[in-house]
């Protein structure tokens, strides 16, 4: 019996060991775990629990043009932090950052008996200058810390604004490229870490920890500042002559879809964007407003009817009387009574609407519309900048006669101004149609190196080169004898063509006397390197028309960006064909090493600026040989032999 017992009590202390060893060996693994596994997710919420986060933001990119020129940066403009629980004495730190910040010393108290870990005195005391951070700090008040910060700087202002966008007091992106490429411009946070106790109070034998923020990559456009600055200080005259409700000019490289400039009027200064209505900063026209085109879409027509082998320009004929029945409905010619008996080159030197009606009743609704559509009209081109309209084209199964016809001058469709502008570099580069961009590349910060690069983008081959080429012919006979003649540029080889569109009113009718006037151009006409599309929308005390108003615009800006981008002058090209009051240029003669008594014979057409003392000229501008519009003036520089 008592055998039994001990076996019993054995057995007892057998199952209690092992349920101690279990028990054990569990707390064992347990401590295991948490000490090798979950060791840093406890230090982590531990440092959490003690440590306090001074917040340091990361360098925003800059935006910089395809030359590197700096369009949008930062500067550096610091913040004041308060951390409470460290401030001692509360009252007298209050009043001198108040009297530091300008700020009231009730807002600061305020701020300092907050029950929060860190407090940002704003907003007198948010991104402000260097001096008054430096004024802080020269207090050297416990619980008052600097932290870097910086505000978004754009260095020319309105230039570029609608394309630049603008950042918000966060510096993050709120509109245009902005926000467009916001998760690249924008970097990561990094932070100064201290550590305190469950009173707040600074704990001085734990090390602060440092995190280093990552700046955003840079944005390098491919906006050419000197593209873009002539297209600006156009406009600006623009504006001031014949106060428009608006107007608008694009640039862009018609062999790849560049775009090498983009602005439009109103525009307004991104750095006081509060200061300016929605309806403004939220509108880039060029991209976002849709109207009917008028005669620069018989540029599609064109290439259309060519194209499809329907037209001889040289040896096909038209008569012009003014009008022309479709449908029961007269149709008329902008001029009156016509222009008579015209080849059909003809035709689109005199932007004659009838012609061109009779080009679309060759090709048919359905032709017609298709090569639209292939030219991209009716849909968004791509580009990336937000806001893109599509505009509206006719549905196929509601185009009659009439609509036929209007749609083949510009009537009753609504374009966007870069649909037009890449469906012209289109039907003038061979054909190719692209994707617009802006965005060429992100860089890095530190390197400079490319780390993203966009590359053009293809996206349909329309029509032949050699369709192509006379439609580059024709055009540029359009500039050198007919209604385009103001944008002729002497020395550069030019094609363009004119386009007077009438507005809807809110009776959805068209309006009196309020046109959008637009010229689109390219050149050089033989390898066009720039095409560049202008419209004013209701000029005043003026002749509404685009080749009076518009197209002088884009003569100027084709012939300074050309030579601004290094493109050689040629001699060859067809020769205008001045009218009255034109005048042809006069030819700067060879005055280097006249004597100054002969210069009279010389220069009757010409003004002279003389500089320097001497009885002979040493050096003149512009050079000989150049040609310059009658009544110029000619610098003169004179000295001895």
Known sequence: MKRITNIKVQRRIVTVFLFALIIMAVIVIRLGYVQFIWSDFLIAEAEDLWSRDIVFEPERGKIIDTNEEVLAENVSAPTVMVVPRQVTEAEQTARQLANVLDMSYEDVLEAIHKNERIVILQPEGRKISEEKAMAVQMLDLEGIYIAEDSIRHYPNGAYLSHVLGFSGIDNQGLTGLELMYEEMLSGTEGSLSFYSDAKGKRMPQMADKYTPPEDGYDLQLTIDSRVQTIIERELDIAEEKYNPDGAIAIAVNPKDGSILGMSSRPNFDPANYQDISADVYNRNLPIWSTYEPGSTFKIITLAAALEEGLVDLENDEYVDDGDIEVGGTHLHCWKSGGHGHQTF?????????????????????????????????????????????????????????????????????????????????????????????????????????????????????????????????????????????????????????????????????????????????????????????????????????????????????????????????????????????????????????????????????????????????IDQAPAAGEKVQEGSKIRLVLGNK
């Open 345 to 617: 080159l003809e035709v689109v030197q005199n932007s004659c609407n009838p012609g061109f009606i009779v080009l679309g009743q060759k090709l048919g609704k359905e032709r017609l519309f298709s090569y639209i559509e292939d030219f991209g009209f009716g849909q968004k081109t791509g580009v990336d900048l937000q806001g893109e309209a599509t505009g509206i084209l006719f549905d196929l199964d509601n185009v009659g006669p009439v609509e036929l016809a209007t749609t083949a001058f510009g009537q009753g469709v609504s374009v966007t101004p870069i649909q037009q502008v890449m469906a012209v570099s289109a039907a003038v580069n061979g054909g190719y149609l692209y994707e617009p961009y802006v965005a060429k590349a992100f860089l890095d910060p530190v390197t400079g190196d490319a780390v993203n690069t966009t590359e053009p983008v293809l996206k349909n081959r329309i029509i032949s080169a050699d369709t192509s080429k006379e439609v580059r012919e024709a055009l540029e006979s359009v500039v050198a004898l007919g209604t385009g003649r103001s944008a002729y540029v002497d020395g550069y080889r030019v094609g363009g063509k004119t386009g007077t569109a009438q507005k809807v009113g809110e009776d959805g009718k068209y309006m009196e006397n309020n046109h959008i006037v637009s010229f689109i151009g390219f050149a050089p006409a033989d390898d066009p390197e720039i095409v560049v599309y202008v419209a004013v929308d209701n000029p005043k005390d003026v002749v509404q028309f685009g080749g009076v108003v518009a197209a002088p615009i884009v003569g100027t800006v084709i012939e300074d960006s050309l030579r601004a981008l290094g493109v050689p002058k040629q001699d060859d090209g067809i020769e205008k064909d001045y009218q009255w009051p034109e005048s042809p240029p006069v030819e700067v003669p060879d005055l280097v090493g006249l004597n100054k008594s002969e210069l009279q014979q010389y220069l009757v057409s010409l003004e002279v600026d003389v500089v320097g003392e001497g009885d002979y000229i």
